[in-house]
């Protein structure tokens, strides 16, 4: 599992060639070749019994942290998704197949891919998890586009249950402000906890605060 925090900035192609030594350089070349190449030839997308049943570049994509690094893993996977086009089909087969590091990269990559509403099903499924690096990903920018108001406050509810910092949650105080309802679920939960003898997660006080009515929140706020 990288080591890198939740939701750190993917690397460009420019950065990630100053940290890669000339042999991952030279397989991170050929591997967004292969996907660039998939992108323009999407009419021979690989038929059932054809040779080509995996297209290249998505087993790059598995190999993605063993050749340039499970730090850069999550920068390299997404480089690859964009470089492919890639749509909901392969966006599908790579999440449900894939270890836990490799649906990660597909959740933090959805908002730059062309696939609408679509990919909700993944992220629904990864907001069903415990893995706290799956739900982070999760609450990324497509997430605060596309998730409906019920979802989506279930989904910050999700974060506080499960330790990951709100500060994940894309978009968080321009969808919390004003939100009455997001507020009573804040308060039932802060409620049941303090029944319970538990403390409160620490983002808990924050998203309460936000969901006041105010002036709308600096677009740059995630």
């Known amino acids: 599992m990288p080591t890198t925090p939740a939701n750190a900035p993917l690397l460009t192609r420019r950065e990630l060639d100053a940290q890669l030594g000339g042999a991952a350089r030279a ?6 070749a292969e996907a660039e190449h998939a992108a323009t030839h999407e009419d021979t997308e690989q038929r059932p019994g054809s040779l080509y049943a995996v297209p290249p570049w998505e087993l790059r994509y598995a ?9 850069n893993a999550d920068s390299v996977r997404a480089l690859l998704l964009v470089g ?9 087969r790579l999440y449900e197949q894939g270890t836990a590091a490799e649906r990660r990269a ?10 609408g509403p679509a990919a909700l099903p993944l ?3 990864a907001l069903r998890t ?19 108001a019920h979802n989506w406050r279930h989904a910050v509810l999700k974060c506080l249950f499960t330790g990951v910092p709100v500060e994940a949650v894309a978009q968080l105080a321009r969808r919390s402000r004003g939100d009455a309802e997001l507020a009573r679920m804040l308060g039932d939960f802060a409620a049941e906890r303090i029944a319970a003898g538990r403390g409160l997660p620490a983002g808990l006080t924050r998203v309460l605060d936000l969901t006041t009515p105010g002036p709308a929140a600096p677009t740059e706020e995630s």
Do not use: F, K, Q
Not at 27 to 32: I, P, S, V
Not at 63 to 71: F, I, K, S, V, W
Not at 107 to 115: A, G, N
């Open 84 to 92: 492919a086009r890639a749509a909901l089909p392969a966006l599908t």
């Open 130 to 148: 415990n893995d706290t690096r799956l739900v982070a990903a999760a609450v990324g920018p497509y997430a605060a586009t596309h998730l409906d």
């Open 123 to 125: 992220v629904e499924d």
């Open 27 to 32: 397989w991170l070349d050929e591997a967004l």
């Open 106 to 115: 597909v959740l933090l990559t959805l908002h730059r891919l062309d696939v």
């Open 63 to 71: 190999a993605a942290g063993r050749y340039c690094g499970l730090d």
